[in-house]
Structures are given as structure tokens and as C-alpha cells.
């Protein structure tokens, strides 16, 4: 089947020429190849469905899905939409029940370096679920629940009912409990330092209230184009259609950012590039000169803030002798000193907003980012003044749109966690964890002991994506005595289980998520077809597990899927009836009005976080110890973290241009997130073809880098470091700095020898090259941005890809 669709070329998209085009947000669709025959379908038709792309009518025709449309609540949709048919039949579907054939065999005597090298063996459902519940008995029995991982972090797909977290949460918490994370990698340092700041938020203004206030935005390692692109529920895609609004304005805005990225490209920002991981001293010479030129709003600090008169002196240099002037910044970040000096006198003398995105604090030491750019906003005086002050979240999954007055729907419940367990550990420290049992380690204020992890339970993520250090990671990976992944396709992930079971898609069960981050809405998520091959949903799994173990009629509550999703719809409408929100009755809503969308106030429209404390700090105090910005923390100057200081301080990363190991590899390794993909979701879709370069990861250079290395447009190259090794296809563009190269985190990982630390990925898995170690004793993020390398043109015979090949 073919559409009439909007086609942009590959090396455009790739080199950011026209990617977001001349006045919309809307990039290319997708020319789709013909769909495979599917299994078993419930009926023809057009099915409304939702994903973390956006709201579509997908259509079925003899048994399976040959085509989807937006629905009419995506306000600006997307090709990742148009991707799904055929990612749901993408070869590389779990068809059956799988067991690694050594673990088969000999069980917790298997040898785990055989992990991931791709020996698995067919069982029958039966076999599968006995095996899996015999191996929680057993850890349970011999171990504890102490030794029962089930953190299961990642981007499952939205769901009220299907909330595959929830539904492996609830099963082993009725088994006993097990172990949890905490944090998450995208805002592992953010979300703890924002406490002890400003009470916790990391919100600011509404869009609206920014289109109508804002004098100066400045997009500080945000790139709200692509990341609104995506949402954690089923997006609207209304934050780009905010960005057009706000571009219509005409206001002024500058980007800092290596890349001249796509944001800065549709709104023709200005564009400052630092070196990366260098935005703290930039930020520190910006802060020097609002002090030397006597810029800074000294009533607002004193009024709103705790602790500028211990913060002054060090950015003066009076406590360690060095003062942060503009030139002392431009030695560490690259950036002019008269243009650091420029953007604090326009900082100064415009309301200005400081949208900064997550990259800034998964980095070394990334405490210290958010901190610093509050801490100018509070210097500015701008804080909690509409359209003015800092925002963590503006650039994210349609945040700054106004919050629908949606009821509260409960979702699926976890159940109630037993107590004596471990902590929960930092979400990018549990491989560290698998490795390391009755180690200390300190995080937020606490030390804690690593657990004893015995088994491994893993739904609704892909952690041989997301972790950082693939190699070590992989080393890690082996310790654990069992590892038993849900997936519905072959990932790296899937491939270093011993038990690895086939869940079905969003298309294959029914289901009803919220509509937007802001909860504008609820979609309704019906089943197109029946599940392919042999693949079931999470909760029929673990209903059979729970029977097994003894607690289903607890498990279920004695709901079957259909029940469940009426039970979850009727709390949410007695909710709605407390606000004065009116539903339709179930059936309505599911058989005719599958989308309901939820109304908007006034005040949510131009709302601004913390209005209220800057109206009357007396009787709106912040939720910090001093009830007010606290710019020095001396909670924190308690703990006693040399890597975590009590004011915002620019501390020498493990590794930057200019510093430790820059001789040794020049360029600075920038991981930001994929336009056609979220994270490593999709990169098994037919829509890799429009980015990839001869089937690899596309990797930017900047020409004048390119030329220095012999590497043409088009070429393979070679990507390496003490920690590793990718292939990658070569994108030449002048929207990257120099000495930078872009390598977008999402692909996926392709070992040239399946199982064996240090071999090359032939596929281009960014984290084989990145470092995995803490942001710092407090927050213990992750430092996926922190990464130097070097690029070679590839020689030799290239290696097949192999990766998006099915195992069986």
C-alpha cells in the first residue's frame, strides 16, 4: 500500500537544513513499504489508539493494520506516528517464549558470560511461567525479597490499565516485596537539588504567560522542537504549537548550546556555543559581571533568597583567590569574554526567561547547572515574575501548555510495598548495585548498602540502552543469578536474559491513557488486533505467575481487562463529579466518544509556579528549610560532599575539552536526543532508513573536523575511547561546533562478538563510549554528556548489521 506523503531527503534532515521547514513544525511523513500479513485480527476497520507519539485512527484491513491518521486532538503530528504499522510487524518480534539455552540446562549454574550471545531455546507458555515462578520461590526462599530487583525503569507505553511497572510492582509485592529505584535517568540530579534551592519545582511559566511577558528567552541546552515531539502520556503536541505562537512574537532569543539545534534553527536564535560541559563557569562569568557593573536586583535577594552573601565572595574570587570574571570563563568555556559580558547586560535589561534543559545536569557534577541558572534568575530578580526567571521542564514533553482540570484517574495500583526492605536505589547506580553487594555508597545525605541482587526483573524498559558504560555495563550484567525480560521485540536488553517473555503492543490489547503531561484530556486505546504469534499482555502474564504463587484472586480483584478498564473509568468520573466535571457513562465513551477532552481555566492559562510566595514570602514560604531560595544550602554544607558543594561552584568534570583528557581525544561526545525515535524506541521501524547513513547511526562533524581526519560525507567511521568502540555514518554539518560531535543516545546496541566486553558495535550505541559514574554523592544522576572520544574513517570490510535481526 502506498500514501501520497511529505518527504524530506535524508542528508537535509540529517545536516538540520530543513527539518522544521520555513514556518511550521511539521517534518516529513514517512513513505511506508508494504505491511506483512498479520495474525489474527479482531476486525476491519479504523481503531483509535494512542502512543507517546501522539493520537491516531488506525486502520485494518484483513487482519492487520495498513495505515494510521491523526486524530484530531494531535495538534501538530509527526512521522513516528506513521512509523507504527510497521513497527508493530517489525521482524524482530518475540514471537514465543524463550529460555537461554544454558540457563535451560544447569539453571543458576549457568555460565552468565554467555549472556547475550544469542543461544536461546522455544518453551511452551506453561513451561515459561512454571520457570519463572520457581525462580521467584527459590530467591525468595534462599535470599529474601532483599534480593529481588524489580525497579523495571523506563519508557513503557502509556497506560492506565497496561502500566507494566505497576503490573510487575503489584505481583512482587504480593510475593514479599523486592527492590526498588529511585530517580530516573533523565532528571536524576535536578529533581534532588531542586529541594534544598527552591522548595522542588522545576516548572515556571505557562506559554502563554511567556508569549506575553518574556522579553529575552534564552534556550540554554534546551531544544523544546524535538522533545515536545514525544510525551511521557499520549501527547497533543500543543508546546509546538506554542513554540510557532511564540515565534510569531518576534521576541528575541538566544540558544547556548553546542549544536545549533532544531530550535534554534526554526526560531533563527541567536546562537552561543560553549564547550560542553562547561555551562556552570560560563554561567559564573555571567554572575561576576552582574556583580563588577552593579546589575544584580540586591532587593529581590535579599527579600526572596538565603545565602548570596556567602556566594558573592566566592564568584569575586575573595575565598579561593580566583576571581569568575568573564575572561577566567572564557578560558574554560570557550565563549568570547565580551559576549559572556554582552549577555549579562541583556540579561539584565530584559525579562528574561531561562529555559534549561536536562542535558546540563547529566553531566559531572550536574547538581551545580539547574543551581547556577536559578541562581542567576534570582540575581536578575526575575524568578516567579511572569514570562521571567528559570524553567527546568519548559523544553519537555509539551510542559508550559495549560493543565486540563482532568479527574483524577487511579490506574492500575502497585499495591502497598511490604517494609523492612532496602532502600531504593538511584536508578543509574543499580547495575553498580548487581556487582557491588554490601558496598556503601552515600546519596542525598544517607549512606546506604548495596543489596545482594539475585534476581533481575525487567518490564517495560530497555537498560542495554539507557546505561551508561555498555562494556562495564555488560560486566555487571553477569552477576545477577536470573534475569527475566518482557519485551515485544529482540533488544539488547531481551538478549542478555535467561527468560525472556513476548508481550504484545499497544494495538494488540485495550487500554485508555490520560492525553498530554498536563492531563488535557483521556484517549480511549482499543485493540486493533488480536496479539501476533504467541505475545500476551503484562497483566495476563502476571496473572498466571500470580496464580501460581498463590495470590491470583488478589492479583486481579477478580478483573479480567474489560472490567478493570471500567473500574479505572468509574473512579475517574466519581473524581470528576467533585470538580463539576461531567463524563459520559462508560460505554459511551468507549463504543462512541473515545477521546474526551477536559477544559482549561483562565488561571491555568497564564499560570506561573511560585506566584505566590513572590506575592507575600511571609505567608507563601518555599518548602526549603529557610522557607526561601536558598542560592547556599547549609543542609547541604552538612553533609560534607567534597563533589557537592553548599553554593553553586564550577568543579573540573572527569573529563572536558581544554582539561583532563583532551590531548588523548579532542572531541567532546554530545548524546542528545534523536529526532525520529524516543530514546531506543523505533529505532526498529522502518523510519530508521530515513536518517541512517549505509544502515548506521548518523554521527554530525563539523567540517573543519572532518577535513582534519580525512572523513567525507557519507563515510563509516570509527568512534572510540579508553571505554570503547562504534561504527557510525558521517554527517558533515556546520550546525555542530567544532571539536563537538553528535551521536544521538537511542541507538540501538549491535556487538561485532555478541557477549564480549570491548568489541565493537557495528551499529553505533552511543553508551559503549560514555562514563558510568555518579553526578556527584548527592544525587548520584547519571553523566551521559560527559564523554570525549576520537573519529577515524572506518576501514575494512564493514560489518553486517545484525541487531534488528529476530533470534528465533
Known amino acids: 500500500m502506498t500514501q501520497h506523503v511529505r518527504f524530506t531527503s535524508r542528508r537535509a534532515v540529517l545536516k538540520g537544513i530543513t527539518a522544521l521547514g520555513a514556518g511550521t513544525l511539521m517534518t516529513p511523513a514517512l513513505l511506508r513499504p508494504a505491511l506483512a500479513a498479520a495474525e489474527g485480527a479482531v476486525m476491519d476497520g479504523e481503531f483509535v489508539n494512542g502512543s507517546h507519539f501522539g493520537i491516531g485512527y488506525f486502520k485494518v484491513e484483513g487482519g492487520r493494520i495498513v495505515g494510521v491518521r491523526p486524530h484530531e486532538a494531535d495538534l501538530k503530528p509527526n512521522e513516528m506516528l506513521d512509523t507504527l504499522p510497521d513497527w508493530v510487524y517489525s521482524p524482530d518480534r518475540i514471537k514465543y517464549p524463550m529460555v537461554r539455552k544454558s540457563f535451560l540446562e544447569k539453571g543458576v549454574d549457568s555460565d552468565r558470560t554467555e549472556r547475550g550471545k544469542g543461544e536461546f531455546v522455544r518453551v511452551s507458555w506453561e513451561e515459561a511461567l512454571d520457570l519463572v515462578a520457581s525462580e521467584l520461590k527459590r530467591v525468595k526462599e534462599t535470599h529474601g525479597n532483599s534480593s529481588i530487583f524489580g525497579g523495571s525503569y523506563g519508557w513503557r507505553t502509556p497506560a492506565l490499565l497496561h502500566n507494566c511497572m505497576n503490573n510487575l510492582y503489584r505481583m512482587l509485592n504480593l510475593h514479599g516485596g523486592y527492590v526498588d529505584d529511585v530517580q530516573t535517568y533523565s532528571t536524576g540530579a535536578i529533581r534532588v537539588i531542586m529541594p534544598y534551592v527552591n522548595g522542588g519545582p522545576t516548572t515556571g511559566s505557562s506559554w502563554p504567560a511567556i508569549i506575553e511577558n518574556t522579553e529575552l528567552m534564552v534556550f540554554w541546552g534546551s531544544n523544546p522542537a524535538i522533545c515536545s515531539r514525544i510525551g511521557w502520556q499520549v501527547p497533543n503536541h500543543a508546546g509546538l504549537k506554542y513554540l510557532e505562537e511564540f515565534k510569531a512574537t518576534g521576541t528575541q532569543s538566544i540558544v547556548v548550546d553546542p549544536i545549533r539545534n532544531d ?73 568570547d569574554a565580551e559576549k559572556i559580558r554582552e549577555l549579562a547586560r541583556l540579561m539584565a535589561s530584559k525579562r528574561t526567561y531561562i529555559s534549561m534543559g536536562w542535558s546540563i545536569q547529566r553531566q559531572h557534577h550536574g547538581e551545580q547547572g539547574p543551581w547556577m541558572a536559578f541562581t542567576l534568575a534570582c540575581m536578575l530578580g526575575y524568578q516567579a515574575l511572569p514570562g521571567g526567571g528559570s524553567d527546568f521542564n519548559l523544553h519537555y514533553s509539551n510542559y508550559g501548555t495549560p493543565k486540563g482540570t482532568a479527574p483524577i484517574f487511579p490506574g492500575f495500583p502497585a499495591g502497598e510495598a511490604p517494609e523492612g526492605l532496602p532502600a531504593p536505589i538511584p536508578v543509574s547506580r543499580v547495575p553498580w548495585a548487581m556487582a557491588n553487594a554490601g558496598v556503601e555508597y552515600d546519596y542525598n545525605g544517607t549512606r546506604y548498602t548495596a543489596p545482594d541482587l539475585r534476581l533481575v526483573y525487567w518490564t517495560g524498559g530497555n537498560p542495554m540502552h539507557h546505561h551508561q558504560e555498555r562494556n562495564q555495563h555488560i560486566q555487571y550484567w553477569q552477576n545477577p543469578e536470573t534475569i527475566i525480560v518482557h519485551d515485544m521485540f529482540w533488544t539488547a536488553t531481551a538478549r542478555f536474559a535467561d527468560i525472556v517473555l513476548p508481550v504484545c503492543t499497544n494495538f494488540e490489547k485495550n487500554d485508555m491513557s490520560m492525553v498530554s503531561d498536563q492531563n488535557v484530556g483521556i484517549v480511549a486505546m482499543k485493540k ?143 548524546t542528545q536526543h534523536p529526532m525520529y525515535r524516543l530514546h531506543s524506541q523505533l529505532n526498529n521501524a522502518e523510519l530508521r532508513h530515513v536518517y541512517e547513513v549505509k544502515g548506521r547511526e548518523p554521527v554530525l562533524i563539523n567540517p573543519e573536523d572532518a577535513a582534519e581526519r580525512g572523513i567525507a560525507d557519507g563515510d563509516i567511521v570509527r568512534i572510540y575511547n579508553d571505554r570503547g568502540q562504534v561504527l557510525a555514518g558521517a554527517v558533515i554539518s556546520d550546525t555542530i561546533s567544532r571539536s563537538h560531535i553528535k551521536l544521538s543516545e537511542g541507538g540501538w546496541y549491535d556487538p561485532q562478538e555478541p557477549g564480549v566486553p570491548g568489541t565493537l558495535c557495528k551499529h553505533g550505541d552511543v553508551n559503549v563510549l560514555t562514563h558510568d559514574v555518579g553526578t556527584s554523592s548527592l544525587a548520584q544522576g547519571n553523566c551521559g554528556h560527559t564523554a570525549l572520544a576520537e573519529v577515524e574513517k572506518f576501514e575494512g570490510e564493514v560489518p553486517e548489521i545484525t541487531i534488528f535481526q529476530p533470534l528465533a
Not at 552582574?290 to 535579599?302: N, R, S
Not at 558543594?645 to 572531541?667: C, I, N, Q
Request: net charge negative; charged share 25%.
Open 528 to 670: 486493533a488486533i488480536d496479539p501476533l504469534f504467541e505475545s500476551k499482555s503484562d497483566y495476563e502474564i502476571f496473572t498466571e505467575i500470580a496464580r501460581r504463587l498463590g495470590f491470583e484472586a488478589e492479583y486481579t480483584d477478580g478483573r479480567d481487562e474489560m472490567a478493570w478498564l471500567r473500574h479505572i473509568y468509574s473512579e475517574g468520573q466519581k473524581h470528576g463529579e467533585t470538580k463539576g466535571v461531567t463524563l459520559p457513562d462508560f460505554d459511551t465513551f468507549w463504543n462512541e466518544q473515545p477521546y474526551q477532552e477536559f477544559p482549561v481555566t483562565e488561571e491555568a492559562k497564564y499560570e506561573v509556579t511560585q506566584a505566590s510566595y513572590r506575592e507575600d514570602p511571609l505567608l507563601n514560604p518555599v518548602a526549603t528549610p529557610s522557607g526561601m531560595y536558598e542560592i547556599y544550602s547549609r543542609k547541604i554544607e552538612g553533609y560534607n560532599y567534597a563533589d557537592c558543594p553548599p553554593h553553586p561552584t564550577w568543579m573540573e568534570p572527569f573529563e572536558r575539552l581544554g582539561g583532563a583528557m583532551s590531548d588523548r581525544y579532542p572531541l567532546h561526545v554530545n
Open 263 to 335: 530550535t534554534a534553527q526554526f526560531l533563527d536564535s541567536e546562537w552561543i556555543a560553549p564547550r560542553q560541559g562547561t555551562d556552570v563557569a560560563m554561567m559564573l562569568g555571567i554572575a561576576h559581571t552582574l556583580i563588577e557593573e552593579d546589575l544584580h536586583d540586591k532587593a529581590f535577594l535579599a527579600d526572596y533568597c538565603v545565602g548570596f552573601d556567602k556566594f558573592a565572595p566566592y564568584v569575586m574570587g575573595e575565598t579561593d583567590g580566583t576571581p569568575k570574571t568573564a575572561e577566567w570563563a572564557s578560558e574554560i568555556c570557550g565563549v
